[in-house]
């Protein structure tokens, strides 16, 4: 069995679920986020691709339906019993929703007001109208607003030691990156280094493809296929991130291959005192849109304010695909407030179409009592190669 925590910090947590169940008034919670699954009883697959649903009642009951394929996963990964895990069969015409009523049914829950996750890849539209109309007259069903992802938020000791161990192999990542990076090196080489010091440290795969443009493509922030060898004068765009026990620890970077441009020397500083006003920004207690408003500002006050984007960052957690952003995330306004044992990413990104020049600096932070610790080793000077 692989459990990355110990039995009393999964007991930890589903108390805290079900207190936050009974203080909503919910009887039960349906939780499709594989994310919710993981943090509750440690089940970790990509099966939620396909219908699977948990259930948590206020009395503490957790029940898992999914498919045959993930019978021996959640044997093999969670704290679960086999008394717990509920198999729906694939055949034509099943309706798994149906067998999900049929589970509420047993579990006393008919009649009862119940929670659902909605908010996530785990749930699509197609099969959330199918749990809609199969538990029509079962249960009423309301949004559950985020009740498991605001617990989820809140790290513990252990969980910020897995931080750290992502973070690790990102600066890892990026060591590797640097002894190979220049004039003629091929990108899914570039790759092929970063990604296997991640997995030579103990890692894993990290919630979304890293990452990778140069040239032009250098001011894109997806992945796209196709990949290029590097310029005699260039620049390389690289966002990626280490993952340990599921848990991330994001970076990013622009590096210039040749002489760098009066331009870019320009906006590298600017970048530099963007990251360094948002971390200033951030602390216990204070609205996440302080640190948008600091990141707008620094790059206003440069000019670049046609070249930055609309958000700044967000949040750092155990997550699954298709990315790595755990909401919420650092953009104009946003009320939230940041608290001790929260973990983002920063990233300042600059894509200035005039100048066909791209700049990106980023890390990962741990929000403490007294302020912030940054998560990487790595300096934040102009890398150029």
């Given at each position: 069995?692989?459990?990355?925590?110990?039995?009393?910090?999964?007991?930890?947590?589903?108390?805290?679920?079900?207190?936050?169940?009974?203080?909503?008034?919910?009887?039960?919670?349906?939780?499709?986020?594989?994310?919710?699954?993981?943090?509750?009883?440690?089940?970790?697959?990509?099966?939620?691709?396909?219908?699977?649903?948990?259930?948590?009642?206020?009395?503490?009951?957790?029940?898992?339906?999914?498919?045959?394929?993930?019978?021996?996963?959640?044997?093999?990964?969670?704290?679960?019993?086999?008394?717990?895990?509920?198999?729906?069969?694939?055949?034509?015409?099943?309706?798994?929703?149906?067998?999900?009523?049929?589970?509420i049914r047993d579990l006393g829950l008919a009649g009862k007001r119940l929670a659902i996750e909605t908010r996530t890849p785990g749930l699509t539209h197609a099969n959330g109208r199918m749990?809609?109309?199969?538990?029509?007259?079962?249960?009423?069903?309301?949004?559950?607003?985020g009740l498991i992802s605001h617990l989820r938020h809140q790290k513990s000791p252990r969980e910020i030691d897995y931080h750290h161990r992502a973070a690790a192999l990102s600066d890892d990542?990026?060591?590797?990156?640097?002894?190979?990076?220049?004039?003629?090196?091929?990108?899914?080489?570039?790759?092929?280094?970063?990604?296997?010091?991640?997995?030579?440290?103990?890692?894993?795969?990290?919630?979304?493809?890293?990452?990778?443009?140069?040239?032009?493509?250098?001011?894109?922030?997806?992945?796209?296929?196709?990949?290029?060898?590097?310029?005699?004068?260039?620049?390389?765009?690289?966002?990626?991130?280490?993952?340990?026990?599921?848990?991330?620890?994001?970076?990013?970077?622009?590096?210039?291959?040749?002489?760098?441009?009066?331009?870019?020397?320009?906006?590298?500083?600017?970048?530099?005192?963007?990251?360094?006003?948002?971390?200033?920004?951030?602390?216990?207690?204070?609205?996440?849109?302080?640190?948008?408003?600091?990141?707008?500002?620094?790059?206003?006050?440069?000019?670049?304010?046609?070249?930055?984007?609309?958000?700044?960052?967000?949040?750092?957690?155990?997550?699954?695909?298709?990315?790595?952003?755990?909401?919420?995330?650092?953009?104009?306004?946003?009320?939230?407030?940041?608290?001790?044992?929260?973990?983002?990413?920063?990233?300042?990104?600059?894509?200035?179409?005039?100048?066909?020049?791209?700049?990106?600096?980023?890390?990962?932070?741990?929000?403490?009592?007294?302020?912030?610790?940054?998560?990487?080793?790595?300096?934040l000077d102009l890398l150029v190669v």
């Amino acid at each position: 069995m692989v459990l990355h925590f110990p039995p009393d910090e999964y007991a930890a947590r589903r108390q805290a679920a079900r207190q936050a169940l009974d203080g909503a008034g919910f009887d039960a919670i349906l939780l499709f986020a594989p994310e919710s699954h993981y943090w509750l009883t440690g089940y970790d697959t990509f099966g939620f691709a396909l219908f699977q649903c948990m259930v948590l009642s206020a009395g503490g009951d957790v029940h898992l339906l999914t498919r045959a394929p993930d019978l021996r996963q959640a044997q093999q990964t969670s704290i679960l019993t086999d008394g717990q895990i509920h198999i729906w069969k694939d055949i034509e015409g099943v309706d798994p929703a149906e067998q999900l009523a049929a589970l509420i049914r047993d579990l006393g829950l008919a009649g009862k007001r119940l929670a659902i996750e909605t908010r996530t890849p785990g749930l699509t539209h197609a099969n959330g109208r199918m749990v809609e109309a199969a538990l029509a007259g079962v249960a009423t069903l309301e949004d559950s607003d985020g009740l498991i992802s605001h617990l989820r938020h809140q790290k513990s000791p252990r969980e910020i030691d897995y931080h750290h161990r992502a973070a690790a192999l990102s600066d890892d990542a990026l060591d590797a990156c640097l002894e190979i990076a220049g004039a003629g090196a091929f990108e899914g080489d570039i790759l092929a280094a970063m990604q296997g010091a991640v997995f030579r440290g103990g890692g894993d795969y990290a919630g979304n493809e890293f990452i990778i443009g140069s040239g032009e493509a250098a001011l894109l922030c997806r992945y796209a296929s196709g990949r290029r060898h590097l310029d005699a004068q260039d620049q390389l765009t690289l966002e990626w991130s280490g993952a340990y026990a599921r848990y991330h620890a994001a970076m990013m970077r622009t590096i210039v291959v040749g002489r760098p441009d009066d331009r870019q020397v320009k906006m590298h500083a600017a970048c530099v005192e963007a990251l360094q006003a948002c971390e200033d920004a951030m602390r216990p207690g204070r609205p996440m849109g302080d640190v948008f408003d600091a990141h707008a500002r620094v790059f206003d006050d440069h000019g670049f304010s046609h070249a930055r984007l609309n958000a700044c960052g967000y949040g750092m957690g155990a997550i699954y695909n298709p990315i790595w952003v755990d909401f919420p995330m650092f953009y104009a306004g946003n009320p939230l407030l940041m608290q001790a044992g929260n973990v983002f990413f920063l990233h300042m990104i600059l894509m200035d179409s005039e100048s066909g020049y791209a700049m990106c600096y980023g890390h990962s932070m741990l929000v403490t009592e007294t302020g912030v610790e940054r998560l990487s080793r790595h300096p934040l000077d102009l890398l150029v190669v």
